[in-house]
Antibody, heavy 118, light 111 residues
């Protein structure tokens, strides 16, 4: 059974940083691209970033390019999102997802809430 | 990159059928999409991958009541024998070599 478990969300001040983690299990992690997708309160889904199975290629939405960094550790089956220069508009539930860019997203984590506020 | 357009809301009666539409922008009518369901307060759930030919492949555990079809730039999700638990937001997704795009979502109300 595929499981994706996010952690690391919380309250952070504007301009601050936060690192999200996602623990994956139930599939061959290194064989699949992974994505982060966010959902602001009361809004729709917004793709944030993706990374290839090897970790060698990364992709970003224009809204986060230069501020967020996606990475993965295939030896630990872990996905990460390092977020810096955070803004109020980054407030959202952040979902870890299996797939993206080369294949559809076919599994979702439960999400972790990031609140950017003074 | 493509834009996905969805109606903001839809409604149908318990036990009836409903057909939700996701429209690909001009020049992108051959793109494959995916449908996702998000019940209130829950994480999204993958429903199916849908090709321009109308061929679809459902995710694990998705009921037979859910099916997909296509016509030109339009991708459809049909839900038959509607149940109250089908009341949810439905999003379409597409992707290419360096991006992922979601439609704005359709809020389905079961009457």
């Amino acid at each position: 059974e595929v499981q994706l478990l996010e952690s690391g969300g919380g309250l952070v001040q504007p301009g601050g940083s936060l690192r999200l983690s996602c623990a994956a299990s139930g599939f061959t992690f290194s064989s699949y691209a992974m994505s982060w997708v966010r959902q602001a309160p009361g809004k729709g889904l917004e793709w944030v970033s993706a990374i290839s199975g090897s970790g060698g290629t990364t992709y970003y939405a224009d809204s986060v390019k230069g501020r967020f960094t996606i990475s993965r550790d295939n030896s630990k089956n872990m996905l990460y999102l390092q977020m810096s220069s955070l803004r109020a508009e980054d407030t959202a539930v952040y979902y870890c997802a299996k797939g993206g860019v080369t294949t559809p997203i076919d599994y979702w984590g439960q999400g972790t809430l990031v609140t950017v506020s003074a | 990159q493509p834009v996905l357009t969805q109606s903001s809301s839809a409604s149908a009666s318990l036990g009836s059928s409903v057909k939700l539409t996701c429209t690909l922008s001009s020049g992108h009518s051959d793109y494959i999409i995916a449908w996702h369901q998000q019940q209130p307060g829950k994480a999204p759930r993958y429903l199916m991958k849908l090709e321009g030919s109308g061929s679809y492949l459902k995710g694990s555990g998705v009921p037979d009541r859910f099916s997909g079809s296509s016509s030109g730039a339009d991708r459809y999700l049909t839900i038959s024998n509607l149940q109250f638990e089908d009341e949810a937001d439905y999003y379409c997704e597409t992707w290419d070599s360096n991006f992922v795009v979601f439609g704005g979502g359709t809020k389905l109300t079961v009457l």
